[in-house]
């Protein structure tokens, strides 16, 4: 699980991707597709709600979102995962065209019960990085190649991307997606959620403003 991100020799062709099955998602945020995407690791699997013409002449709008069980399901304020999956559907639903990828990449990639591990840590007095780096794991164990081949078979290889993270930016290039835009993803957060946020700034390279 401490895999680098960064010169990754594994073997990940589209090929090696399978796409299981699509269907109608109407949501309170507007009418999907969703498709469901298994590659060879247990970690590779996607879920893709599509809007739009992906191919198109613009570039669909695209987010990236990891799994939070805390976050998504619980409604947790730990984090700022819930308020960014809500903003990021907003968006896609008013974009002409885009793209909502889950990922489950529990903990950046740690997995469930070591996140609660992180966790019991934080609340100990560490901050999200050193926790997960006390734990064994890089700050971020997340890659990006699987996400960049899931884009491809969709037909979006040129996207604007949701993110304020750079480096998601940069492993999606490597990966032969084309970024035209990098548009924040800053919605309204929590009090409790700012502290966890000021990490990613600070420690992590996320470009967030106002904290
Ligand atoms: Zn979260």
Do not use: W
């Not at 597709?33 to 996607?46: C, D, K, N, Q, V």
């Not at 699987?146 to 040129?158: C, E, H, I, T, W």
């Not at 993110?163 to 999606?172: D, F, G, H, T, Y």
Request: with cysteine.
């Amino acid at each position: 699980m401490t895999r680098k991100i960064a010169g990754s020799k594994r073997k990940n062709t589209n090929s090696a991707l399978k796409h299981v099955a699509h269907a109608a998602l109407p949501s309170k945020f507007g009418k999907f597709t969703i498709h469901g995407f298994a590659g060879h690791g247990p970690m590779e699997e996607a879920v893709a709600l599509v809007r739009g013409k992906l191919n198109g002449k613009a570039a669909p709008l695209v987010r990236i979102h990891s799994q939070c069980l805390t976050g998504d399901v619980l409604a947790s304020l730990r984090c700022d995962c819930r308020a960014q999956l809500e903003y990021s559907l907003k968006k896609i639903a008013k974009a002409p065209s885009g793209i909502l990828l889950y990922l489950p990449q529990e903990g950046r990639g740690i997995g469930l019960m070591n996140k609660l591990r992180a966790y019991e840590l934080q609340d100990g007095g560490m901050d999200t990085v050193e926790a997960n780096e006390e734990l064994g794991f890089a700050a971020d164990a997340r890659e990006y190649d699987f996400s960049a081949q899931v884009l491809k078979q969709l037909g979006a290889r040129k996207i604007r991307l949701l993110s304020n993270n750079p480096e998601k930016v940069r492993q999606l290039e490597s990966s032969g997606i084309r970024v035209v835009q990098r548009v924040p993803c800053q919605p309204r957060v929590s009090r409790i959620s700012r502290a966890y946020m000021a990490t990613k700034k600070e420690k992590m390279g996320h470009i967030l403003g106002g904290l």
